[in-house]
């Protein structure tokens, strides 16, 4: 499993591996320590080399279609192609303007559903997911679990879930958005990650000499000695600071971030209830049901939820 995955969650936590629910005990150097769990999840691993998120012009260019959509302006091969999906869209939801956030609450089996869609990417939605989580579960004691693509991300829980308040209360606001997305996050976990790499360029981590380079797991458990060490006496050192911020950057767009909470502020908030799932929400669901165990092929279940909303 790629360390990028793990170092985001908390011991714990309950995730989806090789069709097994498993919850996290601890992470030590490159070895993590799980136990069967019994309680439900759609957290699943993702590893980097199939992630390709939106560009800041991809998303603008997405929101910008979507706008001309709702006006009724279909002009391109494109769009034409998919005026099945949309009118299906249309009929459950609403087609957003760029002036709109779109929020759908559905009820589904498996719990009360809610799905925001700010078209912002990949990355930017896996720190939204895990920032408005937390900003909700501060109104009331609640469990999540969270996927997300580049068009959105689903909060799951079996209770009802008070969107309407939490927005009122500055769901999206960034007042206090670096401490809220530390206490999100296993940040401490993922800085230990990156540190690596940087106690690596810096010179404190000896490598190995040429021909008996040092492996992996062990250049790890020299690093992660160092930044406990600095973390527990030097806590204002620049190294650091230095994993922090890439943390922030590289892995959740932290900037990227702030940028689109200012405009998601800007919007009307559409809050859309619905009894089926609709297309929007459908490639989020698709990931959640391809990594649970089943008999069924992944074009089987899909199929049935594309009869069920026909």
């Known amino acids: 499993m790629e360390e990028s995955f793990i170092s985001r969650i ?3 936590s309950v995730f989806v591996f090789a069709g097994k629910l498993l919850e996290l005990i601890s992470i030590r150097d490159m070895t993590v320590t799980v136990k069967k769990a019994t309680k439900k999840s759609t957290n699943i691993p993702r590893w980097d080399g199939g992630r390709m998120p939106l560009s800041t012009e991809l998303s603008k260019m997405i929101r910008f279609k979507l ?11 494109e769009l034409k192609c998919i005026l099945p999906i949309i009118y299906y869209q249309e009929k459950f939801s609403i087609i957003p303007k760029q002036s709109e956030l779109l929020i ?3 009820k589904s089996d498996d719990g009360y559903h809610i799905f925001i869609y700010p078209f912002e990417g990949r990355l930017v939605h896996e720190g939204l997911a895990a920032l408005t989580g937390y900003r909700i579960s501060k109104l009331q004691p609640i469990t999540f679990t969270m996927a997300y693509n580049d068009y959105g991300f689903d909060l799951l829980s079996d209770k009802e879930i008070p969107i309407e308040e939490a927005i009122k ?7 206090n958005l670096y401490n809220d997305i530390i206490e999100s996050l296993n940040l401490s976990e993922m ?9 690596r360029i810096s010179g404190l981590v000896f490598q190995g000499y040429p021909g008996s380079k040092k492996s992996t797991r062990q250049i790890q458990a020299s690093s992660s ?3 406990d060490i600095f973390n527990r006496y030097d806590p204002e050192n620049l190294l650091l600071y230095q994993a922090r911020k890439e943390v922030m950057e590289r892995q959740l767009e932290e900037s990227r971030l ?3 909470l200012e405009r998601i502020n800007e919007c009307e908030f559409r809050i859309i209830e619905t009894e089926k799932f609709t297309p929007l929400s459908f490639p989020i669901l698709a990931d959640i049901m391809r990594d649970k165990m089943s008999t069924e092929k992944i074009e089987e279940r899909i199929m049935k939820m594309q009869l069920d909303l026909e």
Do not use: H, M
């Open 10 to 12: 908390k011991p714990g």
């Open 67 to 77: 706008e001309q959509i709702s006006k009724g302006i279909i002009e391109s091969r």
């Open 104 to 106: 759908e609450k559905i």
């Open 169 to 175: 209360g500055g769901l999206f606001s960034t007042e």
């Open 191 to 199: 800085a230990k990650r990156q540190f690596r790499e940087i106690a």
């Open 225 to 227: 000695l160092l930044f």
């Open 258 to 260: 702030y940028k689109s």
